[in-house]
């Protein structure tokens, strides 16, 4: 047989949805096709922390994904919140400033839930609490961020290869070290197949129904500088090196619509430690994301956001692009002693500067106007707050520095108890939010604003949800939902063509 039921491009997270959920729907050959060779498989998907935001009535509701967290965790359910649909769809207008895609967000929030166990019963993905991400301990509860309970048991690296292990299982061929290169459309302007480059040479693929889930074009950095500028040209890029943005420019080729915020991004603070490119064995340890607890100094010595703005599960997307708006793209997160045990555990992965005095720990940093940084410190600890003033790790607790340009307003906490500690950080890029106009059946649609037969999308190639920012744990639960409908899809419409592949 020359030709596939379903070809899907790409084996992250949204990629493996489509494939397993192709087989579901009855699909017969379906092949998926990954650039990277089998060592690098996987994508973002793999260095993600795995957390998935999901919208839940009733805390108990996850009990039969994390069947043992009530006897590992005491008083479980009493540190869960619930997090409904509402709340869902209003942190994603929030942080967006509405400007999500009405139809994409509700379909996203409305199936989250569904998703997430789709994915533990056909995807066969074990679940674990997020417990190092989103939990905090207060006195002998620990208190989890809203929406953000469950993770992949291993984070990316498990979730990862449970898709892989699921789509063998399943009988779905996997090509690594294939790069799609081109899509092949036919007379009836449909998709007839695609042009992969191996190490053999440059092959044609017959099919009538092709998945999108080539990520974006957060490792290419041309494209980050043409569409989202010179500061994020020179980010580092927290996950993959593969995608470099090939499944949205093939698509632009055969007449899709590129849709959503092509100049945004997903960028996090990082620890300046890293090279160009994430080492894969690390993942996303690099994240430095209790600054909600520190003072941000840039080099000219001067805080540049509101570091208590919100929860850093809110800001952390976009103030890895604050970051490298800096002079260096380099920022110092300074902590001191009674705030040190609130740290995320992945701070361990570099060592911080530490001194007794707040003048001592300046002295070592590579801040030019180390005088202004001394002012600046001066000037927030007269405006800000103690512990018995209502200091709360848990949410935001408003705690506001009061008389700063710029102030700090929550968790404002008096920087002064020795030592004091100081961690580097500058901006990482993990996705991009550019990518193809997408209807609520996750076919692609094209100029004319009519979908182009048999191209479907999902994962970080759908455009139009994500502005400016973020809210954590959404990228792999859109990735599966919409991943999950393009594979039934094309399954559907490869039943349509069945037995006429050749075309
Ligand atoms: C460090 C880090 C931590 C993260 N943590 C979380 C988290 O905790 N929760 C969350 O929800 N999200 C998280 N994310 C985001 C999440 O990883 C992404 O949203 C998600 O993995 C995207 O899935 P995807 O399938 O669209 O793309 P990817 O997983 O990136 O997969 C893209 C695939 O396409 C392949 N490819 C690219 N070009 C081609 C081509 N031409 N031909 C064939 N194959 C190609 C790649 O090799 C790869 O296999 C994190 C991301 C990073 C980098």
Redesign the pocket.
């Known amino acids: 047989m020359d030709g596939y039921d379903v070809i899907v491009?790409?084996?992250?997270?949204?990629?493996l949805a489509a494939a397993v959920s192709a087989k579901e729907t009855g699909a017969g050959r379906v092949v998926v096709?990954?650039?990277?060779p089998r060592e690098m498989?996987?994508?973002?998907?793999?260095?993600?922390?795995?957390?998935?935001?999901f919208a839940l009535d009733d805390p108990r509701e996850i009990a039969p994904l994390i069947p043992g967290a009530e006897a590992e965790y005491e008083n479980f359910y009493e540190g869960i919140a619930p997090y409904t649909k509402a709340d869902f769809h209003g942190d994603l207008m929030r942080v967006t400033s509405g400007r999500t895609d009405p139809d994409l967000s509700r379909l996203l929030v409305e199936n989250s839930k569904d998703t997430v166990f789709w994915m533990h019963r056909t995807g066969g993905i074990a679940m674990e609490p997020a417990v190092t991400?989103s939990a905090v301990r207060k006195d002998n509860l620990m208190v989890w961020a809203r929406g953000l309970v469950v993770?992949a048991a291993h984070e990316?690296v498990g979730l990862s290869r449970s898709w892989f292990a699921t789509a063998e299982k399943l009988g779905i061929e996997i090509r690594y070290g294939?790069?799609?290169?081109e899509l092949v459309v036919d007379d009836s302007a449909g998709i007839a197949g695609v042009k992969v480059r191996d190490e053999t040479g440059l092959h044609l693929l017959k099919t009538r129904s092709l998945v999108l889930?080539?990520?974006g074009f957060e490792a290419n950095v041309q494209m980050r500088t043409q569409h989202i500028g010179a500061q994020i040209g020179g980010a580092k890029v927290?996950?993959?090196p593969?995608?470099?943005g090939?499944?949205l420019r093939m698509a632009m080729a055969i007449g899709a619509m590129p849709w959503g915020q092509w100049s945004g991004c997903h960028a996090t603070p990082i620890s300046a430690d890293w090279g160009e490119f994430?080492p894969r064995e690390l993942?996303?340890r690099s994240?430095r994301l209790s600054y909600v607890y520190s003072v941000m100094l840039n080099r000219k010595g001067n805080r540049f956001v509101d570091e208590g703005e919100d929860g850093a599960l809110f800001t952390y997307a976009k103030f890895g692009r604050a970051i490298l708006a800096e002079p260096g793209a380099k920022a110092w997160q300074i902590f001191d002693s009674k705030v040190i045990h609130l740290l995320e555990p992945r701070y361990s992965t570099s060592t911080p500067i530490v001194a007794d005095t707040l003048e001592d720990l300046v002295a070592q940093l590579d801040i030019d106007d180390k005088a202004q940084a001394m002012k600046t410190l001066e000037a927030y600890n007269r405006a800000a707050k103690g512990v018995d003033d209502g200091f709360d790790p848990t949410k935001p607790d408003g705690l506001s520095t009061q008389g700063l340009a710029l102030e700090k307003t929550n968790w404002g906490l008096r920087l002064d108890s020795p030592p004091f500690h100081a961690y580097s950080a500058t901006g990482g890029i993990?996705?991009t939010f550019g990518g193809l106009r997408t209807t609520t059946e996750a076919e692609v649609v094209g100029t004319d604003w009519r979908p182009i037969p048999g191209l479907y999308v999902?994962?970080?190639?759908v455009g139009g949800l994500f502005y400016d920012n973020y809210p954590?744990?959404?990228?792999?639960?859109?990735?599966a939902t919409f991943?999950r409908i393009a594979g039934r899809n094309a399954a559907k419409n490869a039943a349509r063509f069945a037995g006429s592949h050749a075309a």
Do not use: I
């Open positions: 491009v790409g084996a992250g997270n949204a990629a096709l990954e650039k990277a498989r996987g994508g973002n998907t793999h260095w993600s922390g795995a957390v998935l935001r991400l993770r990316g294939s790069a799609a290169v889930g080539c990520g927290r996950g993959t593969y995608n470099q090939d499944g994430a993942t996303d994240n993990t996705f999902c994962g970080e190639m954590a744990g959404t990228g792999l639960v859109s990735g991943g």
